[in-house]
Nanobody, 119 residues
C-alpha cells in the first residue's frame, strides 16, 4: 500500500501564491509519474500537472505559465507551486502517483486538500 500525505492548501487572494506538497510512503519499489489533479463539485476531476521520473512535465492549458511542478525523488515527494491564482483555480486538489509496490503497479490518490481563491 501507498500512503500519500498532502499539505499546503488554504485560502488565498486572487493574484496570490500557494504551494502544495505530497509525500508518498509505504513499501514502494519505484514511483513513475507524480501529479496533481483538481475537482470542483459537479465536474470531473482534471489533470493540473504531472512530472515523470525523468523530469518531463505537462500542464493543463489553464495553468501553464502560472504553476510549476517539481519532485524530490529521494523523498518521494511532489510539489506544486501555484502563482497568479485566480478564483477559477478554486478546487480540491488531489495528489496522484503511479507507483510500483513490490511487483504490483498501481495508481494511488491522496485525500485531497482544499484550495480557495477569493477576496
Amino acid at each position: 500500500q501507498v500512503q500519500l500525505v498532502e499539505s499546503g492548501g488554504g485560502l488565498v487572494q486572487p493574484g496570490g501564491s500557494l504551494g502544495l506538497s505530497c509525500a508518498a510512503s509505504g513499501r514502494i519499489l519505484n514511483i513513475n509519474t507524480m501529479g496533481w489533479y483538481r475537482q470542483v463539485p459537479g465536474k470531473l476531476r482534471e489533470l493540473v500537472a504531472d512530472i515523470t521520473s525523468g523530469g518531463r512535465t505537462r500542464f493543463a492549458d489553464s495553468v501553464t505559465g502560472r504553476f510549476t511542478i517539481s519532485r524530490d525523488s529521494a523523498k518521494n515527494t511532489v510539489y506544486l507551486q501555484m502563482n497568479s491564482l485566480k478564483p477559477e483555480d478554486t478546487a480540491v486538489y488531489y495528489c496522484n502517483v503511479d507507483a510500483t509496490i513490490e511487483v504490483t503497479r498501481g495508481s494511488y490518490w491522496g485525500q485531497g486538500t482544499q484550495v480557495t481563491v477569493s477576496s
